[in-house]
């Protein structure tokens, strides 16, 4: 088992650069694009640095973080912004935590 964080994907405005971890290369292309352009969008509006990360119980995380002298990066508006994206995108992240915590931590799923 992990020990720490997994990161599924994140983005820099500072660097100009999407990131996406590999190891979940089994998600479908469409989840894929949706990821990246969630990330890119959120980082070009807000500035600094967006991860999703998975914690080591399978909850899917948004990690924010900023330069120190980033005059620019809307640390109100990033809190703002997930809480917008966690409404909006609520399948989308619930279907990430499932399908972490059954391939990833091998967690058995009773079905409804």
């Keep these: 088992m992990y020990q720490e964080n997994i ?3 994140g983005a820099s405005s500072y ?3 999407y990131y996406f971890n590999e190891d979940f290369s089994a998600l479908p292309s469409s989840i894929k694009e949706e990821l990246k352009i969630l990330c890119v969008l959120f980082v070009s509006e807000i500035g600094g640095v ?3 990360e998975f914690e ?3 909850t899917l995380c948004f990690q924010v973080a900023s330069q120190e002298n980033d005059y620019f990066f ?3 508006g990033s809190g703002l912004k997930i809480k917008e ?3 909006d995108k609520k399948e989308l992240l619930t279907s ?4 972490y ?3 990833f931590l091998n967690e058995e799923i009773e079905h409804a």
Excluded: A, P, R
């Design 7 to 9: 990161v599924l994907c």
């Design 96 to 99: 990430l935590e499932l399908f």
């Design 101 to 103: 915590k059954i391939f």
């Design 15 to 17: 660097e100009e650069k």
């Design 85 to 87: 994206i966690q409404k």
């Design 56 to 58: 080591e119980d399978g």
């Design 74 to 76: 809307d640390d109100i």
């Design 50 to 52: 967006l991860t999703l």
